[in-house]
């Protein structure tokens, strides 16, 4: 008997035991074409040689330091790299352990910043609905999935979930996608006066919407406007970019894309790539300076801060994005996947939307392509779809999310940057049979 707490408790998940590019074996021999990174963590495929022995080196020189004492030169030299490519002002890294580490101080870090500047009232979190932002008690609040926020109810903030920006569902008849964008974006001016600007701390958003979505981007001007609305009212603007970051959209930060600078970014996932569990949260020297200058502690932290052997790994991982051209080939390979997935399922009457940047695609699932009403949640088809690509042998990121019961399933893809021309067909293949057999 296995004495793993497995994730779900009814099924025994095959042992994994090797993995080669965009490829992971299990024990009976089975390979998988990993066409999701896990949830969006493998970008640059499995067992890249350079980047494990990076960490080599670094756990024969120096495993581990406390930040408590120390900082260290992988850390040191993180942060150089990630400063050195980040837009704006975005010059100060703190290093933790993962996407709900980074959420988690990156909310804190805003609560301390207005602590600080003695707006005592500003506490509260504007975010939006089917969103996602981690696990952990205020990254969980803060998200808006109602399934994974349901039973936690009591132990969960207030924080307001405007509606997000999601043109699918929610633009209206002959209304231009630019006037959609600052439609959406106005949202959040009017929760502001419903709540009361001077209580807020910040708002919360990723700039393409991973997990609880499927690659939903946004249109163009929104987060612009976004920014406008958050600098209006003194607001702090928290970019999630756990899972679109890193080249994921075919930029190192997405919010490039976007053109705008948040004042705190939280990064994670693409960034250890797998080969170590990290992420990050940067902000801007404004918000630093506030607690440098005023307390001079950021009251928040955790044993594993800027630890040396993650750093080291990420340190090669972004070092091979950059050195080995890989951010430009997502664009390349990402309009491959998109001709793809277009020209298989464009036609599809159960696929009403394709949509995504790079190589973070997704499809959505409906049951009438013309009402777009969404598959009934009983059914179940999203995991369908999962579990069935698995058995073809094809790793994807099924999910259904909700706003207001008013959407439902998609399937999330985020393959290595790497992936080859045959494996999007391999890809597209499976995928294919694999829905076609959901939805029999
Ligand atoms: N934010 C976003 C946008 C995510 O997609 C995730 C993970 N799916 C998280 C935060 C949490 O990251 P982690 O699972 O590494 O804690």
Redesign the pocket.
């Known amino acids: 008997m296995s004495h793993i707490f497995p994730r779900h408790t009814k099924s025994a998940p095959p042992v994994a035991v090797s993995g080669a590019g965009c490829y992971l074996t299990d024990a009976s021999g089975k390979q998988y074409l990993d066409a999701s990174g896990g949830?969006?963590v493998s970008c640059l495929g499995h067992g890249d040689r350079t980047i494990i022995d990076a960490i080599k080196n670094q756990l024969d020189t120096l495993a581990y330091a406390h930040t408590g004492f120390f900082t260290s030169e992988p850390a040191e030299k993180l942060a150089d790299l990630l400063v050195e490519h980040a837009p704006g002002d975005l010059d100060r890294v703190y290093l933790v352990s993962?996407?709900?580490?980074?959420?988690e101080a990156a909310l804190k870090l805003a609560r301390q910043y207005h602590y600080e500047r003695g707006d005592m009232n500003r506490g509260r979190i504007i975010a939006r609905k089917q969103?996602?932002?981690?696990?952990?008690l205020g990254?969980l609040a803060t998200?808006g999935n109602e399934w994974r926020r349901a039973q936690f109810a009591p132990l969960l903030m207030d924080v307001s979930h405007i509606d997000p920006c999601y043109e699918y569902r929610l633009r209206r008849e002959g209304e231009s996608l630019e006037d959609y964008g600052l439609r959406a974006a106005n949202l959040l001016e009017e929760e502001l006066q419903r709540v009361g600007p001077e209580t807020v701390m910040a708002f919360v958003a990723?700039p393409v919407?991973?997990?609880t979505a499927g690659a939903l981007t946004a249109a163009p001007g929104y987060f612009k406007r976004i920014r406008e609305i958050c600098d209006r009212h003194g607001i702090l603007l928290i970019l999630?970019?756990?899972?679109?970051g890193m080249g994921r959209t075919g930029a190192l930060f997405a919010c490039t894309q976007e053109d705008v600078v948040p004042d705190i970014l939280?990064i994670?996932?693409g960034l250890g790539a797998g080969y170590q569990?990290i992420?990050a949260m940067l902000c801007t020297s404004a918000v630093y300076d506030t607690i440098a200058d005023g307390s001079g502690f950021f009251q928040h932290g955790h044993t594993y801060l800027g630890h040396p052997t993650a750093a080291a790994g990420a340190h090669a991982v972004v070092s091979a994005l950059l050195d080995r051209n890989l951010i430009p080939r997502v664009t390349v390979q990402g309009d491959k996947l998109r001709r793809a997935l277009q020209a298989r399922f464009g036609q599809h009457a159960n696929i009403g939307d394709i949509r995504g940047k790079g190589l973070f695609m997704g499809l959505e699932l409906v049951e009438d392509r013309d009402t777009k009403a969404p598959y009934d949640p009983k059914r179940g088809l999203a995991g369908k779809i999962k579990k069935l690509a698995f058995e073809n042998g094809l790793i994807c990121y099924p999910m259904s999310g909700t706003i207001d019961g008013k959407s439902g399933d998609h399937v999330l893809l985020a393959p290595p940057f790497i992936i080859e021309d045959r494996q999007i067909d391999e890809l597209v293949d499976k995928l294919d049979r694999s829905i076609e057999q959901a939805l029999a």
Request: proline share 3%.
């Open positions: 949830a969006a993962g996407g709900s580490e980074a959420m969103s996602y932002h981690g696990n952990t990254a998200g990723e919407v991973g997990a999630d970019e756990v899972m679109c939280a994670a996932k569990p992420g």
